[in-house]
């Protein structure tokens, strides 16, 4: 599992090596040449035609990601006419008893990547829009989630914030660390927010909430969510909320839950998920009209 960023750069470009016709030919670019090429230049594609891609393009090759602790993958995808990143994940690990970094003890401990599919479908039933499309798929003779790699990326909050700091201390040129529009960043973050306590995540950090250049917020790396506590883990994280998205969540019942993510989810992780998002209408609804906004712009 990624427990840190997934960003990327681009930066490969092929000159022409001459241009008389007796001069030999330039070697074509290599593949990661032509990856990232293909990639500046991939078109807007719908929900449904990033899952088919992220199902059926072919895996060019890949390569482990450093930052993180259970292997993780970064893979170079391609159906002939795209070539893109995908994220894969195969960890499904499960302990009677886990003790975290910071010496917390947690008991029926899991990390899979079945929950990186679940949280990409219950963000789209509720109209949340703020995870990668994940799909689920066969990485050698493992199953895995293959994860949209975010184009673009900016920063992660983690970098976002250590900016932030550096430039109060007045020490050399300011970096851009403040989002344009702070009422639409305040927007994303609270649905971050809203999303994490809906779906029981016990290990959002920084590190895993990525900006891309337009200033998205992008929550990734769910795998250690859907926890069966009935209780808030953060009530106070629960602050404001899009009005469509508490519309949705308020007619999400445990039929359609069971139909969309009953492959990845236990009975007992629905049901604590439906406790948890009566909770967090109670808690919307109690702080009155202010926790609710109509968003725009993203």
Known sequence: MMRSSLSTAFG????????????????????????AEVEKKAPALSDAEIEQFLLKAKVVKTKGIKKGVTGSLQATLS???????????????????????????EFDFRDSWTFNIAGYKIDRLLGMNVVPVSVERNHGYSAAAFTWWLDDVKME???????KKENEKGKGPPKEAEPPDVEKWNQQMQMVRVFDQLIGNVDRNLGNLIITNDWRLWPIDHTRAFRTNKQLKVEANVTRCDRAVL???????????????????S????????ARRDAIVKRLEGLGPSALYDRSGW
Do not use: N, W
Not at 247 to 265: I, P, Q, S, V
């Open 79 to 105: 159906d002939g006419k795209l070539t893109h990143y995908a994220h894969i994940q195969t960890i499904d690990e499960r302990k009677q008893q886990f003790v975290g970094d910071k010496g917390g003890v």
């Open 12 to 35: 490969a470009v092929v000159f022409s090596a001459g241009l008389l016709a007796q001069q030999p030919a330039v070697p074509p670019p290599s593949p990661a040449t032509q990856a």
């Open 157 to 163: 909050e983690e970098e976002r914030l250590a900016r």
């Open 267 to 274: 009975t007992f992780q629905i049901d604590a998920l439906l």
């Open 247 to 265: 519309e949705r969540m308020k007619a999400l019942d445990k039929a359609t839950l069971t139909r969309e993510t009953g492959k990845y989810l």
